[in-house]
Structure formats: structure tokens, C-alpha cells
């Protein structure tokens, strides 16, 4: 099984908005990844958890903050966003190598 | 500066063709690379090279890694129209490093 759960699949918010989305790995991955995709561009990343510790932020405004309840799940707190922050938020879970993406959540911020 | 080169950028190929994407790096501390297919939605794996000269294949679809010129070659022979897709090499040193993808559309 190399299925990684991403909710909502979907989601529209206004700028003043607090929303989450999350995550869900039931692999026994021990890292797991928070990308933002543009269209027509490759994902980018923007946080790294390892072990259950953020071990990599990739300069992402604060109006993002990651999440690691424990080893299988991972959320994604919204707020106050911009307009310019909508698109495909990918989460993707590893072991050794290869990521596995969840389906994503479409992000639209009006 | 680290760096993945995709190409062609896009390619347009009547069914039934063979078609080779091609994936250049420049990579410091280089651990694997690998190829991903994204249609719709999320990107979708597909092939993972750590060693030079061994072809890995899957049905259609074979690759392989050559770690002294820098480059990585993802064949798909006998297209379909269900291959039309972006696909994306990145290469992993303590993360991903993306390329810029390949948009392929296969004609019917």
C-alpha cells in the first residue's frame, strides 16, 4: 500500500480565513513533505519533517504553519493568506528514496 | 548552484510511437534520481536510479542512469493516448530537485 490521504480535496477561503488541511500516511514513512504547486511549474518545497521534527522550512511566510500530530499524520495551518498563494498543496511521504504524493488539495484564495 | 534540466520542454507524438525524455543534473552530494508521470493531480512515481547502467523497466516504460556524463533517459515505446502527461525527473541529494517537467501528448 503507497497511499498517501490528502483533505479536502478542494477548498476555497477568504483572506481573512483559518483553515487546515491534512494528511495521512499509514506506511511507516519517516519523512513526510509539504509541497505548493503553481500550474505548469514542478512542485515546491516547503516544509520537511523528519521523525516527527520540522528539519527543513524553506523560507515559507509565516501565514503557513506545519503540523506533526505524530508519525502518520501531517496538517497545514492557513491564515490570513493571499490571493497569490493558490494552488495544488501536495503532501508526499518517504523512507528511503522515493516520495509518494497524496492527491492534493486544490487551494483557492479569494 | 544545484540543478535538473528537462528536455524537451513539450512533445507531440502520434500513437504508437516511441518516444525518449531526457534528464540532466548538476547535483552536488547526488543520491538517486527518479521519474514521476503527473497528469490531473499528483505526481505519480515511477522509476528510482541510484546506479549507473542498470536499466529499470515497467511494462512500456524503461530508464536508465548514467552517473559519469550527468543524465538520465525515460523511454516509452507504443504510446498511448493514456500516457499524454507531464513527466518529471528530480534528482535527491537531501531533498527533491525538480526539473521542469515534460508535457507529452500523444495524438490518436
Known amino acids: 500500500d503507497t497511499e498517501v490521504t490528502q483533505t479536502p480535496k478542494h477548498l476555497v477561503m477568504g483572506m481573512t480565513n483559518k483553515k487546515s488541511l491534512k494528511c495521512e500516511q499509514h506506511?511507516?514513512?519517516?519523512?513526510m513533505y509539504w509541497y505548493k504547486q503553481k500550474a505548469k511549474k514542478p512542485p515546491e518545497l516547503m516544509f520537511v519533517?523528519?521523525?516527527?521534527?520540522?528539519?527543513i522550512n524553506e523560507s515559507v511566510p509565516s501565514r503557513f504553519s506545519p503540523e506533526c500530530p505524530n508519525s502518520s499524520l501531517l496538517n497545514l495551518h492557513l491564515h490570513a493568506l493571499q490571493p497569490e498563494d493558490s494552488a495544488l498543496y501536495l503532501c508526499?511521504?518517504?523512507?528511503?528514496?522515493?516520495?509518494?504524493f497524496g492527491p492534493g488539495t486544490r487551494l483557492t484564495v479569494t | 548552484e544545484d540543478k535538473v534540466v528537462q528536455s524537451p520542454l513539450s512533445l507531440v507524438v502520434h500513437e504508437g510511437d516511441t518516444v525518449t525524455l531526457n534528464c540532466s543534473y548538476e547535483?552536488?552530494?547526488?543520491?538517486?534520481l527518479l521519474w514521476y508521470k503527473q497528469e490531473k493531480k499528483a505526481p505519480t512515481f515511477l522509476f528510482m536510479l541510484?546506479?549507473s547502467g542498470i536499466e529499470k523497466k515497467s511494462g512500456r516504460l524503461s530508464s536508465i542512469l548514467d552517473k559519469k556524463e550527468l543524465f538520465s533517459i525515460l523511454n516509452i515505446t507504443a504510446t498511448q493516448t493514456g500516457d499524454s502527461a507531464v513527466y518529471l525527473c528530480?534528482?535527491?541529494?537531501?531533498?527533491?530537485?525538480w526539473g521542469a517537467g515534460t508535457k507529452l501528448i500523444i495524438k490518436p
Open positions: 528530480a534528482v535527491l541529494n537531501y531533498q527533491l530537485i
Open positions: 508526499a511521504s518517504s523512507q528511503e528514496g522515493e516520495q509518494y
Open positions: 541510484t546506479s
Open positions: 547535483v552536488t552530494n547526488f543520491r538517486s
Open positions: 519533517y523528519s521523525y516527527e521534527k520540522l528539519s
Open positions: 506506511m511507516g514513512h519517516r519523512a
